[in-house]
């Protein structure tokens, strides 16, 4: 049977494990991010992209790591608390990961290589590398780090999966 995100688990900053299943029948955009990445900028575009289309059923999971040059250092609370205070996010952060490597996190294994997903072969380059999921839970599209949230390719396609 093919996997689906809703296979995977993830642990909150609080410490409870969440299964992704959580998200089934939404869009997902699944993002790794970065505090001290040039491109944290790209937080602010993520929270007006998930009030833009929230109530249509997008969600947007935020996985920090801190496999590209050491660009999140934070962990923990400190991590939590920059995100929702500095960052006023307000889409699901989840805790620090690794998204490469031999340490990966299964969820980075399966939407990042086409032989566990199916139809995408895309590892992340570095911080804010894009995925999106369709509401069963499969990995359609990928987006690169410099692709802005905002931007009319990313826009197009996820309203296109809200109204399948």
Known sequence: MKKTIYDYKALEFS???????????????IVNTASSCYFRRQFKSLEKLYQEFK???L??????SNDFFEQEPRTGRNLETYCRLQEQVTFPVFKRIHVKGEYIHPLYSYLSQREHNGSIDSKPLWNFHKYLVNKNGEVVDYFYTPTSPLSDKIKTRIRSLLQQ
Do not use: H, M, T, W
């Not at 969600?59 to 920090?64: H, Y």
């Open 15 to 29: 410490g409870q494990e969440r299964s992704l299943e959580d998200f089934a029948g939404k869009v997902v955009l």
């Open 59 to 64: 969600e947007i999971l935020a996985f920090p």
């Open 55 to 57: 109530a249509e059923g």
